[in-house]
């Protein structure tokens, strides 16, 4: 059977089902029944190793029954209910979709029947889709993270003979990745990538402690995301282990009045989405999946250079068409899903948008 863990280091919205249960970490796992605790667990070392110790604590514990385990995030979940509008889900970046969380029961995205549970059972390993992340895997970690920790597991995956490891790790043309740390894997899988993944983030830990002032805090879960995603490029072609690609639901509880507001829409009203990159593509993903998509006008971008511009066949406009021409239509509700909300933020501000009533910031989501 099937046992997926949710790893929840606060209180949430719990989407629990028969095949699913939530595993607490940090503080509040001390007054929860299932968490990352007990004999031989590393629950102490949560402030750094991050969702990584309730895997320990599930690779140590795991019942011999679960003939696969699936380890996923309370705000991130692979979406394995096939659904009428995900063949939409075609983009330029990525497969994921921001979904508000009172959607998840509402829609029935976690309620599985026997068949496709049983249907899991034909695979060896079931990953969220790569995202197209515009940079090598190397860059896009140091512009994140900097260049010391990166440089630790490097020297720890040399010291291990992980040759092929490292050279897909620092390949300039490898640009893609899996995010979360989310999966779902046959128990003697999940036993290898285990074994391997925290022989090196021990090593690395190691390490780290004879660096003074070292104090990275987050990074063996980072590391991780980075170390998974390649050592299954690896295994999977060089096994023949047949693969299942599910999107990822980034599930958001920080944004109720936005998603208030897009319900009571009329089906006549639009709206801009400000960000034609890979956070506005997860936003417009997400619109699709409910149903939405059809509200939206269009893009509006910085970077744009012509008003003729389209991004995943939808307009983009620059930002100087959009105030010039949009807003004396009065279509003026923006969305902005970009990284640089702040500075977005100030500029509608200054152009006499009000907040909420005109524009909102997707806020808490990465």
Same mark, same amino acid.
């Given at each position: 059977m099937v046992r997926n863990y949710i790893v929840s280091h606060k209180e949430f919205c719990e989407y629990e089902s028969d095949y699913s249960s939530v595993i607490w970490v940090g503080p509040i796992g001390g007054t929860k029944l299932t968490n990352d605790r007990g004999l031989g667990s590393i629950w102490q070392k949560n402030?750094?190793?991050c969702e990584l110790t309730a895997l320990h604590k599930i690779w140590q514990k795991r019942s011999k029954h679960d003939s696969q385990i699936g380890f996923s995030h309370y705000r991130r979940q692979l979406l394995l209910k096939k659904i009428s509008n995900e063949e939409r889900l075609i983009g330029h970046y990525t497969k994921t979709s921001i979904i508000p969380v009172?959607?998840?029961k509402e829609a029935g995205f976690f309620d599985l029947g026997? @068949? @496709?549970l049983e249907n899991l059972r034909n695979f060896d390993v079931v990953l969220p889709y790569e995202e197209n992340i515009q940079s090598s895997v190397r860059d896009h970690y140091l512009s994140k993270h900097g260049s010391e920790s990166w440089d630790l597991m490097i020297r720890v995956l040399e010291k291990k003979g992980e040759l092929e490891a490292i050279e897909r790790l620092v390949d300039e043309q490898n640009?893609?990745?899996? +995010?979360g740390n989310i999966f779902i894997l046959k128990g003697s899988i999940l036993e290898e990538l285990c074994e391997w993944l925290f022989s090196i983030i021990e090593e690395i830990e190691r390490e780290a402690n004879r660096i003074s002032g070292f104090d990275d805090l987050r990074i063996f879960g980072f590391l991780a995301e980075r170390m998974t995603s390649v050592y299954f490029?690896?295994?999977v072609p060089e096994r023949g282990l047949k693969l299942l690609e599910r999107p990822t639901l980034l599930i958001d509880y920080e944004n109720q009045e936005l998603w208030n507001r897009i319900n009571a829409m009329g089906s006549n009203e639009q709206f801009w989405i400000w960000g034609a990159g890979a956070f506005g593509e997860k936003f417009l993903n997400g619109l699709k999946l409910m149903g939405f998509e059809s509200r939206v006008s269009g893009f509006i971008d910085s970077k744009a250079y012509k008003s003729t511009e389209s991004f995943l066949s939808l307009k983009v406009l620059t930002k100087e068409c959009f105030f010039d021409t949009k807003m004396q239509l009065k279509e003026t509700f923006v969305v902005v899903a970009s990284?640089? +909300?702040t500075q977005i933020a100030e500029e509608l501000k200054l152009r006499g948008l009000v907040y909420s009533r005109d524009f909102y910031c997707l806020q808490g989501l990465s």
């Open positions: 402030p750094s190793y009172d959607k998840i026997v @068949e @496709e640009q893609s990745a899996r +995010w490029k690896i295994l990284s640089g +909300w």
